[in-house]
């Protein structure tokens, strides 16, 4: 967990790069290390000031910062699974 609006899957250890996934306000939250299934739209070019207008929400850009530019999802459906 980045932030109650964003999250990352993959990474450390699993084989798979780390994915940005930035939450559409339509999906629950998802606990800290627990697998989830997502599904959303692929979109280019992360801006967090543009997604901070989206979501009207003010963020700490320095956590951001390696994600500027980079693919992301915006999450349509969030499931956690065991």
Do not use: C, H, K
């Not at 899957?9 to 290390?33: Q, W, Y």
């Amino acid at each position: 967990m980045i932030s109650e609006e964003t999250f990352t899957i993959g990474g450390a250890g699993g084989g798979v790069e780390e994915f940005l996934v930035v939450d559409s306000g339509a999906t629950p939250a998802v606990e800290e290390d627990r697998a989830a299934q997502v599904a959303g739209v692929v979109t280019e070019d992360f801006d967090v000031v543009t997604f901070e207008e989206y979501l009207g929400v003010d963020l700490d850009d320095d956590l951001y910062a390696d994600w500027e530019g980079q693919n992301y999802l915006v999450a349509t459906e969030v499931t956690p699974t065991t």
